[in-house]
């Protein structure tokens, strides 16, 4: 699977929106481009993912450049509980599920 | 719906000792996906069941086995444990179209000491 890489931090204002950037320059064009995030002590949780429209739905947007190299996650009003681990996961649809977590990014959401 | 859920929540073994984590997906849901997580590894693909079939296998020792059941729960079984084998192992359910959007569980947090 084609590997992904993130910014290990961010902070971020409650009520701001927050703008989570992920790179993806080798994936292929079958992949689409999957986000997960992880509150302490808990499983992660899907958001959304894409292959190269833009996706809405109620947690996030998933904005996919045209080249489909790079993508951003945006959290519209970002809250306390946003504060998590938030993963970019790039992989195939169809066969078997696997996903490939890297190291993540730490979302700090602050009062 | 219930989500996924996995017993027992915590468990604390020692070295050499066998242990069996057990996870119930969500209904309807036909995979089942194992991941473990550890401060040093992050998570980390295990095995995927679908069918009672194991679908997909990570990069893990043969002490790291599971299985899945006619009714889609799955259990996993570490044998011989190390100490290295502390971590969350967390189960994730999906309706195993291939679409990776997959369910989480809250994770066993297995201690080996």
């Known amino acids: 699977d084609a590997k992904t890489t993130q910014p290990p931090s961010m902070d971020c204002a409650e009520g701001r929106a927050a703008n989570l950037p992920c790179n993806h320059s080798?994936?292929?064009?079958?992949?689409?481009v999957y986000w997960y995030r992880q509150i302490h002590s808990q499983g992660p949780q899907y958001i959304i993912h894409?292959?190269?429209n833009n996706e809405t739905n109620e947690m996030a947007s998933l904005i996919i450049t045209e080249d489909r190299k790079s993508s951003t996650l945006i959290l519209p009003h970002a809250t306390l509980r946003d504060t998590a681990v938030y993963y970019c996961?790039?992989?195939?649809?169809?066969?078997?599920?696997?996903?490939?977590f890297g190291k993540g990014m730490k979302l700090t959401v602050n009062p | 719906k219930a989500g996924v859920t996995q017993t027992p929540r915590y468990l604390i073994k020692t070295r050499g000792q066998q242990v069996t984590l057990s996870c119930s997906p969500i209904?309807?849901?036909?995979?089942v996906s194992w991941y473990q997580q550890t401060p040093g590894q992050g998570l980390q693909f295990l095995f995927e069941?679908?069918?009672?079939?194991?679908?997909n296998k990570g990069n893990f020792p043969g002490r790291f086995s599971g299985r899945q059941f006619s009714n889609s729960r799955s259990e996993m079984n570490v044998s011989t444990l190390e100490l290295g084998d502390s971590a969350l192992y967390l189960c994730?359910?999906?309706?195993?179209?291939?679409?990776?959007?997959?369910?989480f569980g809250p994770g066993t947090r297995l201690t080996v000491l």
């Open positions: 996961i790039v992989s195939h649809q169809g066969g078997s599920e696997k996903l490939v």
């Open positions: 994730a359910s999906s309706r195993g179209d291939g679409n990776n959007e997959q369910f």
């Open positions: 069941y679908f069918s009672e079939t194991q679908r």
């Open positions: 894409g292959l190269k």
């Open positions: 209904s309807g849901h036909r995979s």
């Open positions: 080798t994936i292929s064009g079958n992949e689409y």
